[in-house]
C-alpha cells in the first residue's frame, strides 16, 4: 500500500475508535490558561508547585542564559560538560542522599538511558503492570525479558522472580506516585523482596520529586529507600516546572551511565537555561520546604471535596486524581463540556492508560486557590457525575 494510503486509513481507524489526538496551543502556561479567548483553570498541567512562573526560577534561568549561552553546543563527553552540568549533578546527589547524579536530556531519556544500561538480551525487567510508557520502552529496547507484577502487589513480584531460572540479571521497576492513578508504591515492601530475590530496584520518583520528602527530594528520599532502591529517577518537567531528566544512583553506576548509556552519550547536553530552571527550583524548595506539603493538604481538600459532590477519587492520596470514566468518547465528551465551563482538563485514553479506563487526571496546583478547586469540583460533578466511577 502507498505510505499516504496506509497513513490516512490508520488516522481513520484512531478517529472512529475516538483514540485520534491533536495539540491544543494555549495562549500562556501556567495555573489559569487562555484558549479561544476564554480563561481556563489549568487541572491537567503536571506544573504541581507553580515554579514554572516563579521569578527567582525564571532569573536562574536567564542568568545561566547570559553565562552560557543557548546551547550546551556538544555533547556531555566531547566538550559540552560546562560547570553548571556539574555543580547540578552534586546538586543532585546531594539533595537526593546518593554517591551521584548523572543529567539527562529529559525523565524519557533517563529511563530509556539508565534500562539499556543495566540489563540486556538474557535479563529480565520485572515492572508494576501500570508503568510509564517511557520505563517499557527502555525494557523493549534493552532486549531483556519483560514480566508485569500486579499494580502495587509485592506478593505478585515474589512469585514472578521465584519462577525465574536462568542465570539472567534481573531489575524491578516501579514509580512511586503513578502518574495516572496518583496512588503510592509499596517501596519498602518491594525493596525487601528485590534484596532478598538479588535484583535491582529501579524507582521512577517523576511525579514524587518537587512535591514528597525533604525539600521535595522524592519518597525514596522521604522513606530513607537509598540502601535498596540502587537507582532513582528523577524529572525536572513536573514538580520543578523546568525541562530534563537525572539518574540519582552509586559512584560505580553513574560511571557506568557515562560509559554506556547511549541516550546520555548521543545527544547534546541539557541547555544552560534548563540547568539554571532547575538550580532554581531547588533553591526556591530549600528556602520553601513545606510547599510539598501544601500541595498534598490542598489536593486532600480538593479530593475531599469531589468526594461530598458524590464523585470515586480512587485508593490514591496524592496531589493526582483520577476520575475514571472507562469510555474514550464519553471522556472526551466530560472533557469538552468542562472546557466550556472555564475548567481545563485533559482525556487521558489508550494506550496511555488501559483499555476501557479512559479518565479524566485532575491535578490541582500552588496556582489554584481552595475556592476556586472548589468551584470546579461542583461543576465536575454536575458534568462527570453519573458517568464517572469507581477504578
Ligand atoms: C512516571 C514518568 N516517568 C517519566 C516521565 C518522563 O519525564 P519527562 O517529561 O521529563 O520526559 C513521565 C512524564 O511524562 C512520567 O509520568
Redesign the pocket.
Known amino acids: 500500500m502507498h505510505a499516504e494510503d496506509w497513513i490516512v486509513e490508520r488516522l481513520r481507524g484512531l478517529r472512529e475508535d475516538d483514540l485520534y489526538r491533536s495539540t491544543t496551543t494555549y495562549a500562556d502556561a501556567g495555573g489559569h490558561v487562555n484558549a479561544d479567548g476564554r480563561k481556563l483553570l489549568n487541572l491537567a498541567s503536571n506544573d504541581y508547585l507553580n515554579l514554572a512562573q516563579h521569578p527567582d526560577v525564571i532569573a536562574a534561568a536567564k542568568r545561566h542564559l547570559d553565562q552560557w549561552g543557548t546551547g550546551s553546543t556538544a555533547s556531555r563527553l566531547v566538550t559540552g560538560t560546562l560547570p553548571c552540568h556539574q555543580q547540578l549533578e552534586e546538586r543532585l546527589a546531594t539533595h537526593k542522599s546518593y554517591a551521584r547524579a548523572v543529567l539527562f536530556g ?4 533517563a ?1 530509556v538511558g539508565v534500562i539499556t544500561t543495566l540489563v540486556g538480551r538474557g535479563d529480565h525487567v520485572f515492572a508494576d503492570r501500570l508503568v ?1 510508557a ?2 517499557i520502552e527502555g525494557v523493549l529496547a534493552s532486549r531483556a525479558t519483560l514480566h508485569r507484577f500486579q499494580h502495587n502487589d509485592p506478593d505478585h513480584l515474589a512469585a514472578l522472580l521465584s519462577e525465574k531460572s536462568d542465570q539472567g540479571r534481573c531489575l524491578v521497576v516501579t ?1 512511586s506516585v503513578f ?1 495516572m492513578d496518583g496512588d503510592l508504591a509499596p517501596l519498602a515492601a518491594l525493596g525487601e523482596i528485590a534484596v532478598k530475590n538479588d535484583a535491582m530496584l529501579l524507582v ?1 520518583d ?2 514524587a520529586t518537587g512535591v514528597y520528602g525533604p525539600q521535595g527530594a522524592g519518597r525514596v528520599a522521604e522513606e530513607n529507600l537509598q540502601g535498596i532502591v540502587n537507582i532513582t ?1 528523577g ?1 525536572f ?2 514538580g520543578l516546572g523546568g ?3 537525572f539518574a540519582a544512583c552509586s559512584e560505580s553506576m553513574a560511571e557506568l551511565m557515562i560509559n554506556r548509556s547511549r541516550s546520555f552519550i548521543y545527544t547534546t547536553a541539557p541547555a544552560p537555561a534548563a540547568v539554571g530552571a532547575a538550580m532554581g527550583a531547588l533553591d526556591v524548595l530549600q528556602e520553601h520546604p513545606e510547599y510539598g506539603q501544601d500541595l498534598l493538604a490542598r489536593a486532600a481538600r480538593f479530593r475531599q471535596t469531589l468526594e461530598q459532590q458524590g464523585l470515586e477519587t480512587g485508593a490514591g492520596t496524592s496531589h493526582i486524581i483520577p476520575l475514571l470514566i472507562g469510555d474514550s468518547a464519553a471522556t472526551l465528551a466530560v472533557a469538552r463540556e468542562l472546557h466550556d465551563q472555564g475548567v481545563l482538563v485533559v482525556a487521558f485514553r489508550p494506550p496511555t492508560v488501559p483499555e476501557g479506563s479512559a479518565r479524566l487526571r485532575l491535578a490541582p496546583t500552588l496556582a489554584h486557590s481552595d475556592e476556586e478547586l472548589a468551584q470546579a469540583a461542583e461543576k465536575i460533578a454536575a458534568v462527570a457525575g453519573s458517568r464517572a466511577h469507581a477504578a
Open positions: 529529559s525523565g524519557y531519556m529511563n510509564h517511557s520505563l514509580e502518574s521512577d517523576a511525579h529517577i524529572t518537567s513536573k525541562y530534563g531528566g
